[in-house]
Structure formats: C-alpha cells, structure tokens
C-alpha cells in the first residue's frame, strides 16, 4: 500500500549482542553474569531505540520540512500493550534479537515475560487509537499521538474470596520503563482558573495557576515502512518546585501543596468505559493535554518563528478528536489563534474549523459529555466566552439556514448551564464519523440527526480496524506461518485484503486440517499459560467459548450467564443426556468501572456460577467456567488465538464497532452474535452461513421499548429462563443467601434495560446449530478458515486508508531514498 520501501536492517546478532553488553556495563552497571532477565530486557529495549533512532529524526525531518500534511491523533487513551515484540518485529530485528539473547545466555521468553504492560486506556476506545498509530506508521503517514502519560493506568483486578472485584492501583513506573523519553526541554506551560479582564479593548485572560506539561515520547516504528513515528504522552510537573516564600515561613507541608496539585493532574486513568465521569480533574486532565499538544503543534510546524503564519496550519496538521474526550481543543485553538497570535475572529474559525475532526464512538447517551458550565467557567473562565460566541454564531447560522426555533434549542451547543461537547465537535470540525457503518447510520438518523439534516455532508463513516502486526503475526505465529504458507507470500501482513486467497484452500480439507492443528496447538498452549499464571486445569479437547470485554449491561454477560446456568441446570437434571452435550470451557475476562454496581456484582455472579458448576461432579467433563482476573492486552494475546467461539451478543444498536470481533475472525473463531456494531459487517464479508446470528435487531428492538417492554412476561413464558433467574434468586450460587443477588434478579424482572430476556429465547436455540457444527471438526475449521479469508478488510490499515481518503486528506510520506 504505502511507496516507501522496507528498512534494510544492516545489524548482526553480534552487534546487538554488543550493544547490549555495552548499555548493562555503561549505562545500568551490571555485567552480563550478574544481569536478570529484567535488565537484558531494558538493555534489549535501549538497543532498539538506537537502532530506530535515524529513522525517527528523518520521519521528523521529512514531515516538518516536506509539504504531507501530518495526522495529529488526539486521545485521552493509548492501551499500548508491551512493546519489545512489536517493535522488534516492525523494526525488522527479531532473529537479530532473539540469537542476541540465546547467545548471551538468557531465555527469550524470560526476557520478554519481565516487561510490564502499560495499561493507559480502559478497552477498545484506547486500543484502536494504539492500532490506529502502528498503520499510520506502516503506511508512512507522518504522525503525532498525543495523550497523557498516567502514573497509574486502568486499575489492576483481583478477586476476593466472594468473588467481588478489588481493585488495586496500577503503578506500572514502579521498575525501569525503557521506551519512554522525557523531553524537559520541550516542556509547556498550561493554565487554569483566574479570570478575564478588558484590558486595552482586548479580553485578556489571568490564569489563577499553572502546570508544567512534560513531554514524553515514545518512537511508533511503522512495519516494513522505514518510518517512525512519535506517540507524545504528556507528564504534568509543578511549573515551580514549591513555592520559597511559603517554604521560607518554615511551613513546609503547605509549600508542597500546589505541586501535588499540579501533578494529580496525570496521576490516574479514569476507569469508566462508555460512561461520562464528571469531575473537575478529568476536565482538567482533558484540557492538560489538548493544550499542551496544540502548542506543541505549532512548535513543531513552526520552528522557531515568532510570527507563524497560522493560516497554513490546516495544511501541515489534521488533528482527530478521539471521542469528545479532547473537544475542548476548539476552543483552545480558537484561544490561542485570537488571544496569543492576534488572529480575528473570522480567520480564527475558518481556521481551527479546518483543522478538527471528531469521531463518536458510542451511542449511549450517558458516555456523551456534558459539562457544567459553571465548572468550565471557573477553570477555563476564557473558553467558556469563547463557547458562549461559538454558540451565537451557530444559532445565527442555524436561523439563517431556516431551522426553527425549537430545533435550535435542541441543538444548543451552550444550552446556559452545561456545554455539550458533541455538539460542540460537531458544529467545531469538518467531519463526524462513526466506528461501523451501522453505528454512522444510527448517528446520523438518532442522536445526532438534527445535525445531519443541517450539515449533511460533514457525516462519514469509518469502520473501525485492528493491527494484523499485534493481533495475528505476534500473537498467533502458527496461524501466521500457515497463512504465509498458504499464500505463498508474507505480504499479507501489509495488505491484509490478501487473505482473500486464502478461500480456495478451504475446499482443500489438507489445508484445512492444517489449520484444525494450529488451533488446537494454540489451545493447548492457552491451557499450559492459564495453569502456569492463574491455576486453572483447562481441557484442550474442549470447546473454547470466550466472551471478552468490558462488564457493562448492554454487552450483555447476563445474557451469557444465564443461558450457561440454564445448561447447567439442564445437564444436571438429566434432560440432557451425557451423550449429547458437547464439552464446553467457557472463558470470560472483563473489568468493571469501580462505581458501576451492577457491573461488579455480575462480575460476583460469573465467578460464583464458576465455583459451582467447575467442583460439581455431575457435570465434570461437560462444562467448566474460568474467569481470568485482570483482562489485558496480554491475556487478549494469549485468549484470542486459543478461542473457537466468541461472543458478540450485545443488544443491536448498544455496541458502536467492537473490535474484539475483528480479532477473532482473523484469529479463526466462529462468532455467535446479534446484528450489531461491525458484526454486520462482519457476517457480511464472511457470509451469513459462516456465522452464528441471533436476536432482535435495531427495528424489533425500537419497536418493542415503543409497545412497552415487561421482561417479567419473557421470565414467566420460558421454564428454562424462570429456571435459571430462580437459581440466582435462590441461592444456589452465593451459599443460600437469597440477598446478594436481589438487585441483578429485580433488574432483570423489572427493567433488564437492554432486553436480555427477550433475546434468552434465540440465544439459547441457536446453540444446538453450534453444537451440530462443532461435531463436525472439518466442516467448523473449513467455516473458521472462510472467517480469516474475509476478514483482511478489518485491518486498521484499511481505515486508516480510509480516514486518509475521506477526513484527513493527506497520505504517505515521499519514499525513502
Ligand atoms: C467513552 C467514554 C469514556 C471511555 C470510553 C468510551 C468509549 C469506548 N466509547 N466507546 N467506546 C468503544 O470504542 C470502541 C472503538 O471505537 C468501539 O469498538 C466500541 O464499540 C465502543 O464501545
């Protein structure tokens, strides 16, 4: 896809053996006989920064003095995952590394295993933007990430002896972090609070205080693309190191205290997924690093110049807003263009108008951001103005355009006590896109229609995309082996549409065999890895069905819980017979945002329901449930190429994309699910026999909430269901308590929100369909294998191409010489 050409990679084994020695002597003070696998492992790390080093500065170069317009891609979330493997792989130095170590005596995985993951996102929002720089990188698209560099990322998940959700704080800086590297001299200053005063006929803001936002970067190496980008994660610094007059008044502790403040700032991810958190620190986490990036935009762009012509700078820099989460990014530009640089008004729109762009990642209206406008005014006394004149000449424009009146007040991007920031986005950028082409419809027809009827042309949609790279090259090698094989070439791995070829070799049941046996080996491995870190005794020959992702009640776990407890009960009681069920391990991973009540005790539920049916001696052999604590992009890694069937089930509408999906495909799982998210598309490109669809969709289920939904009706008509929930209310799985699941039963019987009973019915009937394929290995892997031919169109690649095409209007760099 992209022109430049691979890096030639001229390092031996023996020198990066060398250059490891040389980092453990000069730089860590160990030899090689006393270094740990911890200390190879930063050695190892340093060495590939250095061997990325030329490229990196000659990205940099070619992007601020050659005319491709850059891609600044704006998220509060990056969920990187380890790095060694990646970059070791994009940067074309695997053999080199992995002889390097043998031949300093130390074992690869052992080496790899010290690395601590950095876990700064909460689940999908956060990892796309992770797979969205590796392909901006792959395909020599000059890049920025910027973000926030936590001190604590997404809590780590344990599990009490009830089998609630702890949390517990992830200080992943704790050990050495070799990827990082903090620039002090590229530091910039942001401020809050104070006021704003008329001085000279101009609005001139007088901050009450400020940070220091430290730069740390971190070198994004493309694949096979020679270029390297930099993902800028910003670190907050007191802006002083405490204050002398007050230290000089011997009152140590107060001296201190505002630079605590300042760097509570970047202390802690916040853990809600698809929810809103309204705090004044997360607006000013927000601001914190939206600020810090567009100053650093013009730094970058402009070096040197005190009188930037900032009219071009929608020709050198197109920055996506990652959700709302940086939408206070219009208003900052439009700040910095009028107040800092003299810009008027007219320009300074058509300019900041230019140079945004949003994309919605949910529909729920509970994740759409609406702030305060007392708490904005109070920190951003200066944006708040601003917002209030960005929201006159949008109704002036609105009232021009012949919208009514009542229309406009549903629009108000300012509605007097709160802003909404999707609104906000929507009116303040170019384009609003969605994750799937499902969700973009619904944007456009539901949650933000009155805006679409306006301004039609600024809604597109790009599905979302995940890294063949992490999720089947490093995180399945036998399936990639197999698919080079079967190809003929190892292409695929940079144009993924190229898996394509593989659907002729599902007629060939040789090949198909082939790759029954890379699954199974992958299931096998998963096995030895759950025992070895987690306990359990998994058994290969077993069906694996996995459903991973974030607890939340439109995902629907229940719905998945409950039907195993239906089997269960139908297992044990003999109306299944031994002969007719089919072994099933069924695995989930999820975290639950600490505050989301019923979340965490559907999280006590599935581990109860574990308890229970893994040590009953009935059902041994037939069923088993594990509940991995503390899901990752590690255990992703392992899970995803070990897992014959994935579950997809939310209720149609709920799920934006999903990208989980789209790792299971490529990794050869069959996916049971509901139409919904990019599961359309999906079941779409691998056909609709090659997948397991059930459930309402949009329509039924807009028309059922529209007749009044009872769930209670759905409980009483279907035995297997009243059977199920009964077990739940009774006790059966919390030691006879008949309390501790009292508010999930009463929610499911009076509300169930997101019409899991409604949905009981289909689920649990299409099981026997999955049951009656997977009897027939052949046939299951042949309809697997035709999932990984179709799937090359879920590569972030392909929407990177995309966003290029339609948002971003820039592409590759010039070729490498
Ligand atoms: C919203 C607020 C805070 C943190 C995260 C979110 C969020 C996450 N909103 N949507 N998402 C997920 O984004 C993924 C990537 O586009 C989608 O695949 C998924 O369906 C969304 O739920």
């Not at 940099?60 to 317009?69: E, F």
């Not at 359990?536 to 939340?552: E, G, I, Q, S, W």
């Amino acid at each position: 896809m992209s022109e430049i050409t691979a890096p030639k990679s001229p390092v031996t084994a023996e020198q990066f053996a060398d250059e490891i020695r040389e980092q453990l002597k000069y730089a860590q003070g160990v030899t090689v006989e006393q270094a740990t696998p911890a200390d190879v492992y930063v050695a190892a790390a340093v060495a590939v920064r250095h061997h990325l080093m030329d490229s990196w500065m000659q990205t940099q170069h070619d992007m601020v003095n050659g005319t491709t317009k850059a891609v600044g891609y704006l998220s509060a979330e990056f969920l990187m995952g380890k790095q060694l493997r990646n970059a070791l792989l994009n940067a074309g130095l695997t053999e080199q590394y992995n002889a390097a170590i043998e031949s300093l005596g130390f074992n690869l995985q052992d080496v790899v295993d010290t690395e601590y993951e950095p876990g700064l996102g909460n689940g999908g929002l956060g990892r796309l933007a992770a797979c969205f720089i590796d392909s901006l990188a792959s395909l020599g698209v000059p890049a920025f990430g910027y973000g926030i560099q936590y001190k604590y990322g997404i809590f780590k998940q344990e599990f009490d002896k009830d089998g609630k959700q702890v949390e517990t704080p992830d200080y992943w800086l704790a050990n050495e972090e070799p990827w990082g590297h903090i620039d002090y001299n590229r530091s910039q200053k942001v401020s809050f609070g104070g006021k704003v005063v008329k001085e000279g006929g101009k609005k001139v803001w007088k901050p009450a205080w400020s940070v220091r936002a430290v730069p740390v970067d971190y070198m994004v190496p493309g694949y096979a693309s020679g270029r390297v980008n930099t993902l800028r994660l910003w670190s907050a610094k007191a802006e002083d190191e405490f204050d002398l007059l007050t230290f000089n008044r011997s009152e140590y502790l107060s001296a201190v205290k505002p630079q605590v403040k300042a760097e509570n700032i970047s202390k802690i991810l916040y853990p809600e997924d698809s929810t809103k958190e309204g705090k004044q620190l997360r607006l000013e986490q927000q601001y914190f690093f939206v600020s810090a990036s567009l100053h650093d935009a013009i730094r970058v762009f402009y070096p040197g110049e005190s009188k930037p012509d900032l009219t071009t700078l929608p020709d050198k820099i197109v920055f996506q807003l990652n959700d709302t989460h940086p939408v206070i990014g219009i208003p900052e530009l439009m700040r910095i263009l009028i107040d800092e640089y003299g810009y008027d008004w007219d320009t300074a729109w058509s300019i900041t108008n230019k140079t945004f762009n949003y994309t919605c990642h949910t529909l729920l209206p509970e994740a759409l951001e609406v702030w305060p406008a007392d708490l904005i005014g109070e920190l951003l006394p200066r944006h708040l103005e601003i917002i209030e004149k960005i929201n006159e000449q949008f109704e002036a424009e609105l009232k021009a355009k012949g919208v009514g009146a009542v229309t406009i007040k549903d629009m108000a991007i300012y509605t007097g006590d709160s802003v909404r920031m999707a609104y906000l986005a929507t009116y303040g950028g170019s384009h609003v896109n969605g994750v799937a082409e499902l969700h973009s419809q619904l944007l456009k027809d539901v949650t933000l229609k009155n805006f679409s009827d306006v301004y039609p042309d600024k809604f597109t949609n790009v599905t979302n995309g995940v890294t063949p790279r992490r999720f089947i090259k490093l995180a399945n090698p036998r399936l990639s082996d197999l698919i080079t094989e079967g190809l003929g070439t190892d292409k695929w791995l940079s144009d993924l549409e190229l898996l394509k070829g593989l659907e002729p070799l599902a007629a060939d049941d040789e090949f198909v065999r082939k790759f029954a046996a890379v699954k199974q080996a992958n299931k096998v491995d998963f096995a030895n890895y759950a025992k070895r870190e987690y306990g359990f005794d998994l058994d290969p020959d077993t069906m694996f069905n996995t459903m991973v992702k974030r607890l939340h009640e439109y995902k629907r776990q229940a719905l998945k819980i409950l039907a195993l407890i239906a089997r269960y009960a139908d297992i044990k009681s003999g109306k299944l017979s031994a002969d007719d069920v089919m072994p099933r391990t069924v695995i989930f991973g999820a975290k639950a945002a600490p505050g989301y009540y019923l979340a965490k005790m559907t999280i006590q539920l599935i581990n109860n329901v574990a308890r229970v049916v893994n040590n009953d001696p009935d059902v041994k052999g037939k069923l088993n449930v594990y509940f991995p604590w503390n899901y990752n992009v590690r255990l992703a890694q392992h899970l995803i190429p070990a897992t014959d069937l994935d579950e997809q089930i939310s209720q149609a509408g709920k799920e934006a994309s999903g990208t989980g999906n789209m790792k299971f495909a490529l990794n050869g799982a069959m996916t049971v699910g509901t139409l919904d998210g990019a599961n359309v598309e999906i079941r779409e490109r691998v056909g609709a026999e090659n997948f397991f669809l059930f459930g309402m969709t949009v329509d039924e289920v807009d028309k059922l909430y529209a007749d009044g939904y009872g769930p209670r009706k759905y409980y009483e008509a279907d035995p297997r269901l009243k059977a199920a929930i009964d077990m739940v209310a009774d006790g059966t799985f919390s030691n006879g308590n008949k309390d501790t699941y009292a508010p999930l039963v009463s929610d499911w019987l009076s509300k169930d929100w997101f019409m899991t009973l409604a949905d009981f019915h289909a689920y649990t009937a299409i099981q026997s369909e999955i049951e009656a394929l997977y009897a027939q290995p052949l046939e299951w892997n042949r309809k697997a294998l035709i999932n990984v031919a179709n799937s090359g169109y879920f590569s972030s690649d392909r929407s990177i191409s995309d966003y290029l095409e339609r948002i971003w209007h820039t592409g590759p760099l010039p070729a490498l010489a």
